[in-house]
């Protein structure tokens, strides 16, 4: 355990810092937090914008035939209409009017018209064939049948044909046909329909084609049926003639005759329908009144025509009331507000929020509402497409996860798990409140945002991915069995969405996630695992100009994983920001002592205060190369404070011994580091790693004990000197830290076999041990100094 006393002098010094510092503080910190309170408020103003529209719990949603879920009752009184008698009374106003129909009476005259101009124009070509060849060709005949149709504009059969080309299409023939045609217009009007009851008690109107009037006709008894007409031509007509010639002729033209006759009083149905229409918008409707407290409906009745009427009405006169919306607006503003107000003090007590992390939180909040809206879009598009599904099942297709995962990835899973609570509770406005929707979201938010967290491989998303769809199907059939609704098909059809919505879920993260790294300069797990590749080329520029500090980083990264590790912190963060922590020293190599070649100190010839100058600069140097290469700013803050504001004691202490009395009195300021300290538990583990690892070089014989008391010793000393202070690494974790930096120590100094002499390489007076390390057997003073240097932050 840590000296009490030690603990003791460093709270009374923060006590003290506290107290001359605390107006400073109040001040710095209040614009933020009128930042926080303004993006609270732009949130909850947006939120209540993008759901009041869609808020529709208010209206039941029933439909004909429906069973009331609960009582409603009026809050006013209000006028509904009767659709019911509104429709009734539109259907007899429609019933009122007169069918439309067209009159023309040039159609006998047109018909008798083509029948001359046929049988004309056959005799025509009939003489004129006979004259020049007495012999009748099939082809001859076929073309002078369809001839003779088209003029008169009916068919006929090949034996009727005969017969008239046998008399050679005499004028005779035309004639008689003419006067049966002529003897059946000669009634008037015929048509071709059969007159309605209605039509036949209110009479129809009479459009005359030709003269372009109209007429009403009431007595529809001189109005004669095409099929009346061709009765009475074929009760009236002889075909029973002796003479088998006479009759077939007289047979042939009452056929065509009969064929030749059109209605010429016909049926107008686009107008009929036209006249109706606008009777039936003139109608005015019905209304009854609904007083206040009238029960619109009853829980557990049926809904009715009537109860239908009184509910639409009711809901739409309270929707159309402007100080309705501006109350439903400001009450999902103040929900929404609150709500936030007390996830945001919640989870700001886990983790430490920002203004930025404010705004990107805002940012997911919006981009999930959106995404659901969206989705409710496409799932209402297709339930249209396919009637058999209810718009539920396709819902759960809709990716409700992918918020809380990108917040579980870029900042941490506890303010996921508030941020699911949050977007559940929001969404449920979009879903007429329903309770089923609100679990089924949180439980895959919160399942996901657990299972994503510490992602460190592209392949996560597909597996946490079908994880959530798992998670899906289980709470739709535990929902299912709640509401007594499992063995449809429906259900069936649900759980496939839900595999869907899990997989979407994790391949929407996937797509987005670089996005908002980029956007918000967040570093995620994926991301330091590309960092922690030593073939980046600014570790290999290290290992050619300054091996030493390579080789120191590499070390010291494994100590600061696995305590990272021990006490729960970031343990890539802290590798990977182990690895980066002294790239600085590349731009003056050689003035730190690990990667200074054996007889030669570049020291030597500086005054105590230019060296620690140059000792001091690589930390500035190192924010410099991290910004070129566009490290995460996490890594650059570690690199500015991973010697906090401690001491170069080394050159200090060499200030103090000059002969120089300027020198001597040089003040302690300017052997310090400008800081900041660490404000990070892994910025913490990088200062503690940098000085264990170097310090650990300088022991000359590390047994277990030398490297525990070592070990202690130093953070002792880091503590007292109030470099920890800001971290947030407790007395426990310290603890934690000095055993694995003692064990990993303990392992980097394990015993060797001692070799027999021959076996070691001599040079020049060095000589090389089994892991390749140079040792100056001649400069005993080497490992006195190297120990002063770590102890002081030289390496």
Not at 28 to 33: E, F, K, R
Not at 287 to 299: D, I, N, Q, S, T
Not at 610 to 638: F, R, W, Y
Request: with cysteine; glycine share 6%; net charge positive.
């Amino acid at each position: 355990m840590y000296n009490i006393r030690v603990v003791k002098e460093k709270s009374v010094r923060l006590l003290k810092k506290i107290k001359n510092q605390g107006s400073i503080i109040v001040a710095s910190s209040t614009p933020v937090l009128l930042n926080k309170w303004f993006l609270l408020v732009v949130l909850s103003l947006l939120l209540a914008i993008l759901l009041t529209p869609q808020i529709r719990f208010q209206h039941p949603g029933y439909k004909m035939g429906d069973i009331a879920t609960r009582n409603v009752k009026a809050d006013r009184d209000f006028i509904a209409e009767n659709s019911a008698a509104t429709e009734q009374k539109k259907m007899e106003a429609m019933n009122e009017i007169r069918s439309v129909y067209d009159y023309d009476d040039d159609v006998a005259a047109q018909i008798l018209s083509n029948l001359a101009n046929a049988f004309s124009l056959m005799k025509e070509i009939t003489l004129a064939k006979t004259a020049a060849s007495p012999e009748r060709s099939g082809d001859f005949l076929l073309q002078l049948k369809n001839n003779f149709e088209r003029i008169v504009g009916l068919t006929i059969s090949a034996e009727e044909f005969q017969v008239l080309y046998r008399h050679k299409f005499s004028p005779a023939l035309a004639a008689k046909i003419a006067g049966s045609i002529s003897d059946a217009y000669r009634d008037g009007m015929i048509t071709n329909v059969t007159f309605l009851p209605q039509e036949k008690d209110r009479g129809i109107v009479v459009r005359d084609l030709r003269k372009q009037a109209e007429k009403e006709l009431t007595n529809l008894s001189a109005v004669r049926h095409i099929t009346d007409i061709e009765l009475r031509m074929l009760k009236t007509a002889d075909t029973n003639a002796a003479d088998k010639e006479r009759a077939s002729l007289d047979k042939v033209t009452l056929t065509i005759a009969i064929k030749l006759i059109k209605p010429n009083l016909v049926y107008n149905k686009d107008a009929s329908e036209l006249r109706k229409t606008a009777a039936g918008k003139e109608v005015n409707p019905v209304f009854l009144k609904v007083e206040k407290y009238e029960m619109l409906v009853r829980e557990g009745e049926k809904i009715t025509h009537a109860a239908m009427d009184k509910l639409d009405a009711y809901y739409r006169i309270k929707g159309e009331r402007k100080l309705s919306k501006l109350l439903i607006f400001t009450g999902v503003f103040l929900t929404i507000a609150f709500l936030g107000i007390i996830l945001y003090h919640y989870a700001n007590k886990m983790h430490k929020i920002g203004k930025q992390d404010v705004l990107f939180l805002g940012v997911i909040i919006l981009m999930q509402i959106m995404i659901v809206r969206t989705g409710i879009f496409v799932a209402g598009a297709f339930a249209e497409a396919f009637p058999s599904f209810p718009e539920e099942v396709f819902i759960y297709a809709v990716p409700f996860s992918a918020g809380a995962m990108l917040v579980s990835l870029l900042l941490n899973r506890s303010l996921a798990f508030v941020l699911s609570i949050f977007l559940s509770i929001t969404i449920t406005f979009l879903f007429d409140g329903k309770i089923s929707l609100l679990i089924f979201s949180f439980l895959g938010s919160a399942v996901a945002a657990y299972g994503i967290s510490g992602c460190r491989e592209r392949a996560a998303f597909f597996k946490v991915g079908l994880l959530l769809g798992a998670v899906n199907v289980a709470a739709i059939l535990s929902l299912g069995l709640i509401e007594e609704n499992i063995f449809t098909v429906n259900t069936v059809m649900g759980l496939l969405m839900g595999l869907l919505g899990g997989s979407a879920s994790g391949l929407l993260v996937a797509g987005l996630l670089p996005l908002f790294e980029s956007l918000f300069q967040y570093t995620t797990d994926i991301k330091l695992l590309e960092l922690a590749n030593l073939n980046q080329p600014i570790f290999q520029q290290m290992i050619m100009e300054a091996p030493g500090t390579y080789h120191h980083s590499i070390v010291m990264a494994s100590m600061v994983e696995t305590a990272a590790e021990s006490i729960g912190a970031n343990v890539l963060m802290a590798k990977v920001s182990a690895y980066y922590h002294d790239i600085g020293k590349m731009k003056k190599p050689l003035y730190f002592i690990e990667n200074q070649p054996s007889g030669g100190n570049k020291h030597d010839k500086l005054s105590p205060k230019m060296s620690s100058l140059v000792i001091i600069t690589h930390v500035k140097d190192g924010c410099e190369l991290a910004a070129k290469a566009k490290l995460p700013q996490e890594i650059i803050n570690i690199i500015r404070e991973h010697h906090g504001t401690s001491l170069v004691s080394y050159f200090y202490d060499k200030a103090k011994k000059d002969k120089t009395p300027s020198i001597r009195a040089l003040p302690e300021s300017d052997f310090r580091y400008p800081g900041p300290k660490p404000q990070t538990r892994e910025a913490g583990l990088v200062l503690l790693g940098d000085v264990m690892e170097a310090s650990s070089r300088t022991l000359s014989n590390p047994t277990p004990a030398r490297i525990k008391t070592l070990v202690r010793e130093r953070i002792e000393s880091a503590l007292s000197d109030g470099q920890l202070d800001d971290c947030a690494l407790t007395l426990h974790d310290l603890n934690k830290i000095a055993e694995s930096f003692t064990m990993i120590l303990n392992g980097t100094f394990h015993h060797r076999i001692d070799y027999p002499e021959p076996i070691i390489n001599e040079l020049n007076g060095y000589k090389r041990d089994n892991n390749y390390a140079i040792i100056d057997r001649k400069s005993a003073e080497k490992n006195k100094n190297r120990s002063a240097a770590a102890a002081t932050g030289v390496e």
